[in-house]
C-alpha cells in the first residue's frame, strides 16, 4: 500500500472536485487520534499541520501522566472523557507498544489544612467513579516514599494513576492513521477557511486543499480556526508550565508520581518519574498573552527547584537534563469546548487543556460521533492494521540488551547515543519509519538518541550525521513518489 | 580466552580490564602490558580509541607538564590554544600505538553497559552480548562539558546551541556547516579552543564571555573577551539570535549571535562508577579514590578525568600510568589490606581535592601532590591540613590561573594521617 504523507511543495492535487470527506487540522495528540479514528472508514482524509512533524506542539511538553480522572471535575465533558480514555489508551499502549508504566501516584498533605483536604478528595474520586483509591498515614507514606522530605503529614493514594510516553502516543495514533490511508501533509498552515456550499476550501501555506467536513484540534490556535469558520466563542490563552528533567541517576529517588494537593493556586508542582527512567519536576502555571513562548525562565526555575527540595531535597542535586515548556489551552472555561455544528459540517475540538493525552482516544470517538451528526455517512467499518511501536520506554526491552536481536543484525549492538544507550540500528528503523523524523528533535522523539545527561558532547555530531544523511535519502523517495 | 554463552552473553575472563581508551585507559594498558600481564584489555565504545583528543586539532597535547618548559611553551604558544607539542588527533594515536604495541588488546565500538559483578560487567557491541570477569577493572571513562540545561540557563531551546566537544566533533570529524556568529561563554583554555575550532569553520567569533573580573585576566587570543558578564538567557527560534548577559554593574544587554558554544564546566562521566554502586566524591563527583588510585570496591581502580574534570591530557596519560603499580600488587597478591582510610574534605572557597581518601598504605599520589580546585582565583591562598583539630600540614600554594586550573598540596603529611581518625579537613587560611 503507497502512504501518503507530503512536507513540502503544492498540496497533492485533489480529485474528485469535492477534494476530500474529513480534514483534521493539527496533528496533535488529540488531531492524531481523531484522524486515526476516522480511518476505521471508507473516506478520504487528511491530516494536516502547520509543523514540520506530528505531535511537536503542546503535546510534546507536557508531563506524561496517564491520569485516571480521579479529580476532574464531577459530571464534566472533561471528567468522562479522561475516565474513558484512561482506559482506551491503557488497552492501546498495551497493544502497540507505547510506553506505559502504572507507578501509581501519591497527593501529599505537607500541613493540617492539606490533610483536612484528602478526604473531600477521596470522595471526589468516588464521585468521578474511581473506587481505588484510598487515605495512607505518614508512616506508610514514608514507607512507601522513603526520599520524601521531612514534614509529610499523609496521602491519598491513587494506584492506577500511571506515566506514558507524550512522543510515541501521537506518532503512534498518526503512523496506523497513514498506513489505513489517511493522507498526512506536514509544514501545512491552514490560513483561513472559505465555505463554499458543499465543500469548504482551506487556503494553506501550500495550496488550496478543498474538504466537505472540517475537525478542528488546532491547540492553541483552535478559536483562529473557530473563527475562520464565523464563530466567536471562545479565546485560548496559553498557561506556560515549565519543567525540569532530572537525570536517570536520580530515578531510584521517586517511587510514585508525587502530586501536590491542589489548592487556589491550581494544580501545582508534581515530582514524578517518566518511562524514560528520568525524573520530572514541574510544571509551573503562568498566564500568558503569546502563544508561542515556550521559554523558560530564571523565575520558573527557581520556583521548581525552590518546591522540588521541599518534595524529594535530594532530587535538585542531581543533574539536570533537560529543561521544557509547554503551553496548555486554558479557554476560560473548566471544560473541554467540544462543538458540533451541523450547519457547517464542522466540530470545533477546543480547549484540550491539561488532559488531553489521556483524553485522547476518548475525545475521538465522541468528535467521531458529533461528525456522523454533522452529516458525514460513518459505514462499513473495519478494524485498522495492527501496529507496533518501537519500545522506547526504560522499563521495556531495549535493542541493545537483546543478543537475539544483535546477532540478526549488528547495527542494534552498535551504540550511537550513549546516554541514552540508542543503536545504529533503532536510528535507521526511524529514519525509514512510515512517518520518519526531518529534524534532530523529531529523530529524538522516536528513539531518544541525544536526549540524554550530555545533551550531544559526545553523540551530537554523530546524530546530525545520521539525520542530515537520512533526510536526504528520504527527500529523494519523496520525489520519486510524486 | 574461556569462553561460555549465558542469558546470550558470552563469559570470559580477563586479567585487567579498562574501561575507555582515552590518553588514561590507553596508558593504563600500554603500561600493564608492558610489565607483563598477558591478558590486558581496553574498551572503547566509539569506534575510534584516543578519547577526546581525536577531535582537539589544536596542539598542545603531550608538551612538558614541568613548571619551566610550561612556562617555555607558554611564551611560544600561538594565537589560540597552541602551547607546543602535537595536535590531539597525532597524541591519540601515539596512545593507540604503544597501547597496541605493548601488546593490550583493544576493542573499539564496545559499550560497558553495566555491572554483574563486584569485577564483572557486561558488554554490548555489533558482535553480541559479553560478560567480563576481571581480576582487576580500571574505569578510565573520562569527563564532559555540562550542557545548558544542567547549567540551568534560561529561554527558547533554539538550534546552535553547543558544548566543544559536540563543536569540534562537528567540524573536525564530520565537517558539518555550524553558523555565522558565535558566542563562547567560559574563559578557561578550552574555551580558546573552542573560538579557534569556531574560526576554522569560517565562524566569526563575537565574543568570549566570562563572569570573571577583568583585573585577573590577562588577554588571551585573538578573540573579544568581555569580564564580568553573566549569561541569563538564550533568545530565538528555531534558530538562536542571541545570548542575553547581566554585566556585573547590573546593566542588561543582548549579544546577537547565531551559535553559542558552552564551554567548560566539567562533570566526570562517573555513571558506571555509580550505577556500580562505588562511593563518590561529593566535591570532584567522580568515584572517591586514594593515592594508589583505589575506589571504594577492592579491584577496581580509577585514573584520569573520571576522577577530576578536567586535567590537561598529559596528566591523565600519568594517571593511566601510575595505576598500573596497584594494579599490578592487586594480580601479585602483594596489595595492601583493603579498606578506605580517612576521607579528604575541602571547606569553601575550595571545592574539591583528588585524591579524596587517605588511604592505608601511605601511598602517594603522583607527582607527591594533591590537586585542589577553588570556587574563586586565590592569591598566594595558604592551606592548612587537619584531622580531628590537629594540623597535619600548613603550605602557602602558588596562585591558582582560575576556576580551571588546579592548586598543588604537597602531601607529604600523608603519613601523619591517623588511618582510623576522622575525615582530614582542609581549608585556606
Ligand atoms: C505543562 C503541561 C502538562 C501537561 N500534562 C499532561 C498530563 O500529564 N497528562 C495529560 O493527559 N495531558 C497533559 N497535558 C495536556 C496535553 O499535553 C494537551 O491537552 C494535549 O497535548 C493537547 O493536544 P492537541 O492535539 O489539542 O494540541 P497540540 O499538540 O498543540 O496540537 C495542535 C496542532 O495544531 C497545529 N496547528 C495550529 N494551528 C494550525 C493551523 N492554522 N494550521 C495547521 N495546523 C495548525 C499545531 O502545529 C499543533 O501541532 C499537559 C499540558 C501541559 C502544557
Ligand atoms: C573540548 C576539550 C578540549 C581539550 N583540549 C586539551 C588540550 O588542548 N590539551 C590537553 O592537554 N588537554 C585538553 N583537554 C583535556 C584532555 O582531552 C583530557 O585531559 C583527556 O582526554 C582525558 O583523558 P581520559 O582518558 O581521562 O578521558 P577521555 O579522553 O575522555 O576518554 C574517555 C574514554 O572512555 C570512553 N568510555 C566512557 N564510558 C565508556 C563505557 N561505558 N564503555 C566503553 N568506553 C567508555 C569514552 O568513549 C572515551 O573515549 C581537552 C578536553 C576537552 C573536552
Redesign the interface.
Known amino acids: 500500500m503507497t502512504h501518503t504523507l507530503t512536507t513540502a511543495g503544492p498540496l497533492p492535487a485533489q480529485d474528485p472536485c469535492d477534494g476530500y470527506d474529513v480534514t483534521v487540522v493539527g496533528a496533535g495528540v488529540v488531531g492524531a487520534a481523531i484522524a486515526r479514528e476516522l480511518a476505521r472508514y471508507p473516506l478520504r482524509i487528511a491530516l494536516v499541520d502547520a509543523a514540520d512533524d506530528v505531535g511537536s506542539g503542546t503535546s510534546k511538553a507536557n508531563t506524561a501522566i496517564l491520569h485516571t480522572g480521579f479529580d476532574a471535575v464531577p459530571g464534566s465533558l472533561e471528567a468522562r472523557l479522561v475516565r474513558e480514555g484512561y482506559a482506551l489508551l491503557a488497552d492501546y499502549a498495551g497493544e502497540t507498544g507505547i510506553p506505559l508504566e502504572r507507578v501509581g501516584a501519591l497527593l501529599v498533605a505537607w500541613d493540617g489544612d492539606q490533610l483536612a483536604t484528602l478526604p473531600g478528595l477521596l470522595d471526589k474520586a468516588v464521585r468521578n467513579g474511581y473506587h481505588a483509591a484510598r487515605l495512607i498515614g505518614a508512616d506508610e507514606l514514608r514507607a512507601r516514599e522513603p526520599r520524601l522530605g521531612p514534614g509529610a503529614l499523609g496521602a491519598l493514594e491513587v494506584p492506577d494513576e500511571s506515566i506514558i510516553c507524550p512522543w510515541t502516543t501521537p506518532l503512534a495514533y498518526a503512523t496506523q492513521a497513514v498506513r489505513a490511508g489517511v493522507h498526512l501533509h506536514l509544514n501545512c498552515r491552514v490560513n483561513s477557511v472559505d465555505q463554499g456550499g458543499d465543500v469548504h476550501t482551506l487556503t494553506t501555506s501550500r495550496g488550496p486543499l478543498r474538504t466537505r467536513h472540517v475537525v478542528n484540534a488546532a491547540g492553541l490556535h483552535a478559536d483562529e480556526i473557530d473563527r475562520m469558520l464565523g464563530n466567536d466563542v471562545f479565546t485560548v490563552t496559553p498557561r506556560r508550565g515549565q519543567l525540569i528533567?532530572y537525570d536517570k541517576?536520580a530515578r531510584d529517588l521517586v517511587g510514585h508520581i508525587l502530586l501536590p494537593v491542589p489548592g487556589p493556586g491550581g494544580k501545582g508542582v508534581l515530582v514524578a518519574p517518566t518511562v524514560f527512567g528520568n525524573v520530572l519536576l514541574g510544571p509551573t502555571a503562568e498566564e500568558l498573552d503569546d502563544r508561542?513562548d515556550?521559554?523558560?525562565?530564571?523565575e520558573?526555575?527557581r520556583l521548581l527547584r525552590e518546591k522540588g527540595r521541599r518534595i524529594v531535597p535530594r532530587l535538585v542535586d542531581e543533574?539536570?537534563?533537560?529543561?521544557?515548556a509547554g503551553l496548555r489551552a486554558a479557554t476560560g472555561q473548566e471544560d473541554y469546548r467540544i462543538q458540533e455544528y451541523p450547519a457547517l459540517r464542522y466540530v470545533a475540538v477546543g480547549g484540550i487543556r491539561s488532559t488531553g493525552l489521556t483524553a485522547s482516544l476518548a475525545i475521538a470517538r465522541h468528535v467521531v460521533e458529533l461528525l456522523a451528526a454533522t452529516g458525514l455517512e460513518l459505514t462499513g467499518p473495519r478494524d485498522l492494521p495492527p501496529l507496533t511501536m518501537p519500545g522506547l520506554g526504560e522499563a521495556s526491552p531495549r535493542p541493545?540488551?537483546?543478543?537475539?536481536l544483535?546477532?540478526g543484525d549488528?547495527?542494534y549492538?552498535?551504540?550511537v547515543c550513549?546516554c541514552e544507550?540508542v543503536t545504529l540500528g533503532e536510528i535507521r528503523d526511524a529514519l525509514a519509519s512510515t512517518i520518519p523524523p526531518c529534524s534532530v528533535d523529531g529523530l529524538r522523539r522516536r528513539t531518544r538518541a541525544r536526549g540524554g545527561?550530555?545533551?550531544?558532547?559526545?553523540c551530537?555530531?554523530?546524530v546530525?550525521?545520521l539525520v542530515?544523511e537520512g533526510t536526504a535519502a528520504n527527500g529523494d523517495d519523496e520525489e520519486a513518489h510524486r | 580466552m574461556t569462553g561460555s554463552e549465558r542469558?546470550?552473553?558470552t563469559a570470559r575472563d580477563v586479567d585487567v580490564l579498562i574501561v575507555g581508551a582515552g590518553p588514561a585507559g590507553l596508558a593504563a594498558g600500554a603500561e600493564l602490558a608492558a610489565a607483563g600481564v598477558d591478558r590486558v584489555e581496553i574498551l572503547e565504545?566509539e569506534q575510534q580509541a584516543g578519547g577526546v583528543p581525536r577531535h582537539c586539532h589544536h596542539g598542545g597535547f603531550g608538551a612538558p607538564t614541568g613548571l619551566l618548559a610550561r612556562a617555555r611553551a607558554l611564551a611560544r604558544r600561538s594565537a589560540d590554544g597552541g602551547g607546543g607539542g602535537m595536535d590531539g588527533p597525532a597524541y591519540a594515536r601515539q596512545h593507540v600505538t604503544a597501547a597496541l604495541s605493548a601488546g593490550a588488546a583493544l576493542r573499539t565500538?564496545v559499550?560497558v553497559?553495566g555491572w554483574a559483578g563486584p569485577r564483572t560487567v557486561d558488554t554490548?557491541?555489533?558482535?553480541?552480548?559479553e560478560r567480563i570477569t576481571a581480576r582487576a577493572v580500571v574505569l578510565a571513562t573520562g569527563a564532559?562539558?555540562?550542557?545548558?540545561?544542567?547549567r540551568?540557563i534560561?529561554?527558547?531551546?533554539p538550534a546552535g546551541v553547543?558544548?566543544t566537544?559536540?563543536l569540534q566533533?562537528?567540524v573536525h570529524?564530520?565537517g558539518?556547516r555550524i553558523g555565522t556568529r558565535a558566542v563562547v561563554v567560559g574563559d578557561e583554555p578550552v574555551g580558546y579552543a573552542a573560538a579557534g575550532t569556531l574560526r576554522a569553520a569560517g565562524v566569526e567569533v563575537v565574543a568570549v564571555v566570562t563572569d570573571r573580573r577583568a583585573s585577573r585576566l590577562r588577554p588571551h587570543g585573538r578573540s573579544p573577551l568581555l569580564t564580568g558578564a553573566t549569561v541569563?538567557?538564550l533568545r530565538g527560534?528555531p534558530r538562536l539570535s542571541g545570548v542575553e548577559l547581566r554585566h556585573e554593574d547590573g546593566r542588561t544587554t543582548t549579544l546577537s549571535c547565531d551559535t553559542v558554544v558552552l564551554s567548560g564546566d566539567f562533570?566526570p562521566d562517573h555513571?558506571l562508577a555509580?550505577?556500580g554502586g562505588l562511593v563518590l566524591d561529593p566535591g570532584t563527583r567522580g568515584p572517591a579514590y586514594d593515592a594508589a588510585f583505589r575506589t571504594s570496591r577492592p579491584g577496581v581502580f580509577a585514573a584520569g578525568n573520571v576522577l577530576h574534570a578536567v586535567e590537561r591530557a598529559g596528566f591523565a596519560a600519568e594517571e593511566g600510568r601510575a595505576v598500573a603499580v596497584p594494579v599490578l600488587h592487586r594480580l601479585l597478591g602483594t596489595e595492601e589490606p583493603g579498606g578506605r582510610g580517612p576521607s579528604l574534605v575541602v571547606e569553601a572557597p575550595l571545592r574539591w581535592i583528588a585524591p579524596n581518601t587517605a588511604g592505608p598504605d601511605g601511598a602517594r599520589p603522583p607527582g607527591d601532590r594533591f590537586l585542589l580546585r577553588a570556587a574563586r582565583p586565590l592569591t598566594l591562598p595558604v592551606l592548612a591540613v587537619t584531622q580531628d583539630g590537629r594540623e597535619l600540614h600548613r603550605q602557602r600554594s602558588l596562585p591558582s590561573s582560575g576556576p580551571g586550573r588546579s592548586l598543588h598540596l604537597a602531601a607529604g603529611w600523608l603519613d601523619r594521617v591517623d588511618p582510623h581518625g576522622p575525615a582530614v579537613r582542609i581549608a585556606v587560611l
Do not use: D, K, W
Open positions: 528533567v541517576l508561542t515556550t521559554a523558560s525562565t530564571a520558573g526555575l543533574e539536570v537534563t533537560a529543561v521544557y541493545y540488551l537483546s543478543a537475539a544483535i546477532a549488528p547495527a549492538g552498535s551504540i550513549h544507550q545527561r550530555c545533551q550531544g558532547f559526545h551530537g555530531a554523530a546530525r550525521a542530515e | 542469558n546470550g552473553r565504545r565500538g559499550t553497559t554490548t557491541g555489533p558482535a553480541g552480548l564532559r562539558e555540562r550542557p545548558r540545561s544542567a540551568l534560561p529561554g527558547t531551546r553547543y558544548t566537544g559536540e566533533q562537528a570529524l564530520y558539518q541569563t538567557g527560534r562533570v555513571e555509580r550505577r
